[in-house]
T-cell receptor
Framework: SQQGEEDPQALSIQEGENATMNCSYKTSINNLQWYRQNSGRGLVHLILIRSNEREKHSGRLRVTLDTSKKSSSLLITASRAADTASYFCATIGSNYKLTFGKGTLLTVNP | DAGVIQSPRHEVTEMGQEVTLRCKPISGHDYLFWYRQTMMRGLELLIYFNNNVPIDDSGMPEDRFSAKMPNASFSTLKIQPSEPRDSAVYFC???????????FGEGSRLTVL
């Protein structure tokens, strides 16, 4: 069963705009990760945030984590058409199993 | 490094046939994972290995599914007999750490007619 649930399921924006995706999870976690999947390809790791961290940046990506609310958000700034992909959050708990949500499909229109 | 290598990339077979999917993890990675992706169920963890030993196979759907890792550079996922509901994309991923990032292969798209 999925641990994380992304919201929204789909998001369509114009190039240059920011995109925000949210993830909620149910049980305590060791860390939370975000992945990207282009159509027909494998998943690519974007960023990992540990349970004792609140915010992390990587290039145009900003991830926040609120363990009290069991939620995380991924912000992509100044989006590009090449950012069009599905984005997944994944959580890992004490059982060391990485479980994924169903993803947010982001479409960036040129 | 070439990354995680999976084969075949596409497989079309008929119900009842045996299917074998193959994976070569990144050298030096101690963890190997098999996931299945469908539109309905998303990404499901089937089984994972640590140092070639199966640690958790609770996600394997039925006895028709089996996975092996005879050495650090090779793993197989076998379905026998295959059924149409097994149609999915099967991903292999490896990781140097149990709680770190996963490196995914490009997947094997299986269609069972």
């Amino acid at each position: 069963s999925q641990q994380g649930e992304e919201d929204p399921q789909a998001l369509s924006i114009q190039e240059g705009e920011n995109a925000t995706m949210n993830c909620s999870y149910k049980t305590s976690i060791n860390n939370l990760q975000w992945y990207r999947q282009n159509s027909g390809r494998g998943l690519v790791h974007l960023i990992l945030i540990r349970s004792n961290e609140r915010e992390k940046h990587s290039g145009r990506l900003r991830v926040t984590l609120d363990t009290s609310k069991k939620s995380s958000s991924l912000l992509i700034t100044a989006s590009r058409a090449a950012d069009t992909a599905s984005y997944f959050c994944a959580t890992i708990g004490s059982n060391y199993k990485l479980t994924f949500g169903k993803g947010t499909l982001l479409t960036v229109n040129p | 490094d070439a990354g995680v290598i999976q084969s075949p990339r596409h497989e079309v077979t008929e119900m009842g046939q045996e299917v074998t999917l193959r994976c070569k993890p990144i050298s030096g990675h101690d963890y190997l994972f098999w996931y299945r992706q469908t539109m309905m169920r998303g990404l499901e963890l089937l089984i994972y290995f640590n140092n070639n030993v199966p640690i958790d196979d609770s996600g394997m759907p039925e006895d028709r599914f089996s996975a092996k890792m005879p050495n650090a550079s090779f793993s197989t996922l076998k379905i026998q007999p295959s059924e149409p509901r097994d149609s999915a994309v099967y991903f292999c991923a490896s990781s140097p750490y149990g709680t770190g990032e996963l490196f995914f292969g490009e997947g094997s798209r299986l269609t069972v007619l």
